[in-house]
């Protein structure tokens, strides 16, 4: 993989000028100290293991300028077709945990990844939920220098406000009730290697200056504790939710956003990347006969042509749950009664010029190009009707829908923003419809 040297020719020199200066820092203190006490030993010998970190990387990085230097020219992405840009990333060794379709999209994602993961540069991963972020993570910390070295995730939305600076940087013992010793944070953990932050955008205010704070000085200091403690970690941050947005009304932080941001990768929706459903039918399938041990499942014409045309709203997750789902409850063969039932195709499915009827009537092309387009046009426009007739019953109230039809709350919300209906709407008319009975 080529090596993207941000610094320019001569960079070497003066890190290593850099390196020089510190190692006589270390040794002047070594040499003029009349007696060290054991905490500045430590002290010492953390900056000691600190500059061997920074040869050995510097080496690296030496080794892939060199690599990079004897590889042919790679020709412009552009002048080629999806299929050969994704067997071109094969090709040139780029290590990737699963499967990938030819998703111009998702290719492009994947060699923005390719180009950022030898550099140190901050990376932001954005993406509806399911669509891959944490595995996008795991590819530019395995095609990087680092991939040797620690990988630590982090969950931010699932760590309570009072304990995230402790979390995130570790504490000093009797720093607060339930403090017994010193504890490392996630930060001093995943030291020379890359650190995760999923859901970025659930950081609340405060946790978002103090991560500020040590992409700006890469340093940290644990709580009860006064001193510093320098750290060299890539960070890889996520999230599902607009950020720029969110920056603009006050609930993100303007400077860490663009801080974070330095290289941003979208995934798209599973949706959107419908040739890689068939890989992921057989990457999952085998993936999940070996953890139940037994054959891989087969699927019935029927199942296979209902999953290869659903919507999926939880995207590669839900896709691989279900996947396993089916693995467990059918025997050699799965069909559609094995599936949730809050997703199952219904059976009073209407007629295909039912379905097309109201299109024709607007204007547009009634004749679908395909049978699996029109039969999954047809299950969309039942799943839209008797959506918008649940919420006109129970006047737009989601909870009182979602209990109603034995759903998740979520799941119901996430099929609702998928044909765009919107519950206020129905909402209102329940409000005029009352306000005219009373007039």
Same mark, same amino acid.
């Given at each position: 993989?080529?090596?993207?040297?941000?610094?320019?020719?001569?960079?070497?020199?003066?890190?290593?000028?850099?390196?020089?200066?510190?190692?006589e820092i270390v040794r002047s203190t070594l040499r003029w100290a009349p007696?060290?006490?054991?905490?500045?030993?430590?002290?010492?010998?953390?900056?000691?293991?600190?500059?061997r970190d920074e040869v050995m990387q510097l080496s690296r990085k030496?080794?892939?300028?060199?690599?990079?230097?004897?590889?042919?020219?790679?020709?412009?992405?552009?002048?080629?077709?999806?299929?050969?840009?994704?067997?071109?990333?094969?090709?040139?060794?780029?290590?990737?945990?699963?499967?990938?379709?030819?998703?111009?999209?998702?290719?492009?994602?994947?060699?923005?990844?390719?180009?950022?993961?030898?550099?140190d540069l901050p990376v932001l991963i954005d993406g509806e939920s399911g669509t891959g972020k944490e595995l996008m993570a795991k590819v530019i910390h395995a095609n990087g220098s680092r991939a040797d070295k620690p990988y630590i995730s982090v969950n931010c939305g699932a760590i309570p406000d009072n304990?995230?600076?402790?979390?995130?940087?570790?504490?000093?013992?009797?720093?607060?009730?339930?403090?017994?010793?010193?504890?490392?944070?996630?930060?001093?953990?995943?030291?020379?290697?890359?650190?995760?932050?999923d859901e970025i955008g659930e950081?609340?205010?405060?946790?978002?200056?103090?991560?500020?704070? @040590?992409?700006?000085?890469? !340093?940290?200091? /644990?709580?009860?504790? $006064?001193?510093?403690?320098? =750290?060299?970690?890539?960070?890889?941050?996520?999230?599902?939710?607009n950020l720029r947005q969110m920056s603009e009304q006050g609930h993100f932080r303007e400077d860490l956003f663009y801080r974070l941001s330095v290289i941003?990768?979208?995934?798209?929706?599973?949706?959107?990347?419908?040739?890689?459903?068939?890989?992921?039918?057989?990457?999952?399938?085998?993936?999940a006969a070996e953890a139940l041990r037994r054959r891989p499942v087969k699927m019935t014409p029927k199942l296979r042509e209902f999953l290869l045309s659903y919507g999926y709203p939880g995207n590669i997750r839900e896709l691989r749950n279900l996947i396993?789902?089916?693995?467990?409850?059918?025997?050699?063969?799965?069909? @559609?009664?094995?599936?949730? !039932?809050?997703? /199952?195709?219904?059976? $009073?499915?209407?007629?295909? =010029?039912?379905?097309?009827?109201?299109?024709?009537?607007a204007g547009l092309s009634a004749v679908p190009n395909s049978l699996a387009e029109a039969k999954r046009a047809a299950s969309d426009e039942a799943e839209r009707a008797f959506l918008e007739r649940g919420?006109?019953?129970?006047?737009?109230?989601?909870?009182?829908?979602?209990?109603?039809?034995?759903m998740n709350r979520s799941h119901l919300q996430m099929l609702l923003k998928k044909h765009g209906i919107h519950s206020k709407d129905f909402r209102r008319r329940a409000q005029d419809g009352a306000l005219r009975e009373k007039s």
């Open positions: 993989m080529k090596l993207f040297d941000p610094l320019g020719p001569g960079s070497t020199t003066v890190s290593y000028a850099g390196l020089l200066e510190k190692i007696k060290l006490e054991r905490a500045e030993i430590e002290k010492l010998l953390n900056q000691a293991n600190t500059l030496e080794r892939f300028i060199e690599a990079a230097a004897l590889e042919p020219q790679a020709p412009d992405a552009a002048d080629l077709t999806a299929g050969q840009r994704r067997q071109a990333l094969i090709d040139r060794s780029f290590v990737f945990e699963g499967t990938f379709g030819d998703n111009p999209k998702l290719l492009a994602a994947l060699e923005v990844a390719e180009k950022a993961a030898p550099t304990l995230l600076e402790s979390e995130l940087f570790g504490h000093r013992k009797g720093a607060f009730t339930g403090a017994s010793s010193d504890r490392k944070g996630k930060f001093e953990s995943a030291h020379t290697g890359t650190i995760f932050l950081l609340p205010l405060t946790g978002q200056v103090k991560l500020l704070r @040590v992409l700006e000085a890469h !340093e940290i200091q /644990r709580v009860g504790s $006064d001193e510093t403690i320098a =750290v060299d970690t890539r960070i890889v941050a996520a999230t599902n939710r941003h990768v979208s995934l798209p929706a599973l949706r959107e990347r419908r040739d890689e459903i068939p890989l992921l039918f057989s990457y999952f399938g085998d993936e396993y789902r089916l693995s467990c409850l059918a025997g050699d063969v799965a069909d @559609v009664d094995h599936l949730p !039932e809050d997703i /199952r195709p219904q059976r $009073d499915m209407p007629t295909l =010029v039912e379905a097309f009827g109201a299109q024709s009537t919420l006109q019953e129970t006047g737009g109230t989601v909870a009182e829908l979602a209990r109603r039809c034995d």
